[in-house]
């Protein structure tokens, strides 16, 4: 499921490779909604559950939480000329988007991802691709809701 370098469209090396930004609101997940993960697209590592996903009305896929925070690095980006976190996945290294602190509760986290630097995996093909063992994080947010 993952791609290589140099198999990624122009407009996902500019996002992933060159820290760049998709237009809002013109991307693959920003209104995107099925069950199952969100997957960084060169290393295939699970970050993001659609039951994290909400409709933030910022044009870009959303997040309140990710699968696991050993599979992101937040650094700090002040190439706006103001303060930021960028996040980039742990083991691609790739540019993902940035997480800001005004996303519901619990966590008050909003992770603004790129649709061009993640992957959908559907719940009902998680075994199919190598992700079977992700299954089990729906079933406990079914007995949490």
Request: glycine share 6%.
């Amino acid at each position: 499921m993952k791609k290589k370098i140099d198999e990624l469209s122009d407009i996902e090396f500019h996002v992933t490779q060159e820290n760049g930004t998709e237009l809002p609101f013109q991307n693959k997940y920003w209104n995107f909604f099925e069950q199952g993960i969100y997957i960084d697209l060169l290393s295939g590592v699970p970050l993001f559950a659609s039951f994290h996903k909400f409709e933030s009305q910022c044009g870009w896929p959303s997040f309140s939480d990710c699968i696991s925070l050993e599979n992101l690095k937040r650094i700090d980006d002040d190439s706006l000329g103001i303060r930021r976190t960028e996040v980039r996945g742990m083991l691609s290294d790739s540019h993902l988007g940035h997480v800001f602190s005004d996303g519901p509760a619990p966590t008050y986290e909003r992770y603004c991802i790129n649709s061009a630097s993640i992957k959908f995996v559907p719940f009902s093909e998680l075994a199919d691709h190598g992700y079977k063992s992700l299954t089990d994080i729906f079933l406990t947010m079914d007995k949490n809701e």
